[in-house]
């Protein structure tokens, strides 16, 4: 069964204090990881998708990684705009049904 | 429109009523997904279709629940007999094809009472 695991749960920056979000994975063969950020009483919005270990992409503050058991998503100067729930997701090769399994989400809180 | 459409945004239902949900797709996007978001819980995959088929029904939590796709577009979510259970944010999200991205929409906020 695959299984997506995010850590840590809640983060408090203060504006300007880097930091790094991880998310652990188990999946039968990765198809793709993909990031997402949601605001509150938002749907999730996308943000990277990850194929292959040792890609990175870049937006602005925000840096995803990818190893063959977890993704980073770095967060460099972060502002109070940056504040949201951040999610990671899975999608396996062997998936029919083509769905994301979603981990819990970090939610992160910049102070100015 | 440019992006997923839900409606309707909120809904207030009585316990044991019929409940549609309804999600228009991005223009041109002919995969479609389901997924409930409850308080305090990850996203829960509902269901999935490509084009107007449904090749995975796997994560319908009960026979009350049931989805169709018509014209590959519009996507309607029906909750029949709702129980409070039932209350959660409902989201619809597409992509261009499979294996790639999905977007969502801003989902519906189903309350059972």
């Known amino acids: 069964e695959d299984q997506v695991t995010q850590s840590p749960e809640a983060l408090r920056l203060q504006e300007g204090e880097s930091s790094s979000l991880n998310c652990s994975y188990t999946v039968s063969g990765l198809r793709g990881l993909f990031w997402y950020r949601q605001d509150p009483g938002k749907g999730p919005e996308f943000l990277f998708t990850l194929y292959s270990a040792g890609e990175e992409k870049e937006k602005e503050r925000l840096k995803a990684t990818l190893t063959k058991k977890e993704s980073f998503l770095h967060i460099t100067a972060p502002k109070p705009e940056d504040s949201a729930t951040y999610l990671c997701?899975?999608?396996?090769?062997?998936?029919?049904?083509?769905?994301?399994?979603f981990g819990g989400g970090t939610r992160l809180m910049v102070k100015p | 429109g440019a992006g997923v459409s839900q409606s309707p945004s909120n809904k207030v239902t009585e316990k044991g009523k019929d409940v549609e949900l309804r999600c228009d797709p991005i223009s041109g996007h002919t995969a479609l997904y389901w997924y409930r978001q409850s308080l305090g819980q990850g996203l829960e995959f509902l269901i999935y279709?490509?084009?107007?088929?449904?090749?995975?029904k796997s994560g319908l939590p009960s026979d009350r629940f049931s989805a169709e796709r018509t014209g590959g577009s519009v996507s309607t979510l029906t909750i029949q007999r709702t129980q409070q259970e039932d209350s959660a944010v409902y989201l619809c999200a597409s992509s261009v094809q499979m294996n790639t991205e999905a977007f969502f929409g801003q989902g519906t906020r189903l309350t059972v009472v």
């Open positions: 279709f490509q084009g107007n088929s449904a090749p995975d």
């Open positions: 997701a899975v999608q396996a090769a062997n998936n029919a049904g083509n769905m994301l399994t």
